[in-house]
């Protein structure tokens, strides 16, 4: 009796992990389909976990497998490795230098590279710093907070263009701060004080700016100053995504 109560428990276990991973919005990728798989896509951000991942790293990882699932060049997987049995997956984590002492380990495979990219987690293995990470090594979008959809839209527009034809944009910019929800206001107005700040100093504004505000974030400051900087680090990141990749801000955002 005891024996069939533990096969009844292993099957129900199994079964809830299962539906668990399904319901994560990421895709389980083995040996057998990982290269199949990931090749298709211009980049796939891959997590390398025990085969039953659980804890704040795993939902952070989560969460950015759901808000991502209208991004159709992005590719959200998870490779779930077993250190008894057959040790499912163990080669193919070793060969990604994945192993037990560093799990989880993310990294951001990207056609055309032949080398992945390994997500560094030493500020934090949250959803906002994994959408960072995609943004900035692949130009993909993905909203980060602060951020207003149709001004990065706007943001990518004014790099695109001509020098002489950023005004009628700035423009379109002001027009669009009129219809931002209250709440959006003062993220709203960043995009607006770049957008002049460029016209002014130059494209070279976005760097030194971004610098400058990545600089103050390493200090000592208080939470609410970080979080307001946080906001103009991720409005400026807009900016600067324009020409990293074909795929920057896509038109049809």
């Known amino acids: 009796m005891m024996r069939i109560l533990l096969f009844l428990w292993a099957i129900l276990t199994a079964f809830f992990f299962s539906e ?3 319901a994560s919005g990421s ?3 083995d040996e057998y389909s990982f290269d199949k798989v990931i090749n298709k ?9 025990v085969a039953f991942p ?4 795993h939902d952070a990882f989560v969460a950015l497998a759901k808000d991502s699932k209208d991004v159709q060049e992005l590719l959200v997987a998870e490779v779930g490795v077993k250190d008894y049995g057959e040790k499912d997956n163990e080669a193919l984590a070793k060969k990604y230098g994945a192993t037990k002492d560093n799990f989880p380990l993310v990294k951001l495979f990207v056609k055309g590279k032949s ?3 390994q997500f560094d987690d030493s500020k934090g293995f949250t959803s906002d710093e994994l959408r960072r990470f995609v943004r900035e090594k ?11 959809k149709d001004l990065d839209k706007l943001a990518a527009k004014f790099m695109k263009a001509e020098k002489d034809k950023r005004e009628p944009i700035l423009k379109e910019a002001e027009d669009a ?3 931002v929800a209250e ?15 460029i016209l002014e100093k130059g494209d070279e504004f976005t760097k030194s700016e971004y610098d400058r505000v990545k600089k103050l974030l390493s200090g000592k400051i208080s939470d609410e100053k970080k979080k307001e900087l946080g906001v103009r680090l991720n409005i400026l990141q807009a900016f600067q995504l324009f020409g990293k990749t074909q795929n920057v801000v896509k038109e049809d955002l």
């Open 20 to 22: 668990a991973t399904a």
């Open 41 to 49: 896509f211009e980049a796939a951000l891959v997590k390398f976990d």
């Open 115 to 117: 080398e992945p990219i």
């Open 138 to 148: 692949t130009g993909l979008y993905l909203s980060l907070p602060g951020c207003i």
């Open 27 to 29: 895709v389980e990728l």
């Open 54 to 57: 659980y804890g704040d790293k």
């Open 183 to 197: 709440k959006d206001s003062i993220s709203g107005k960043i995009y607006k004080t770049i957008m002049e700040k």
């Open 177 to 179: 701060l009129k219809k």
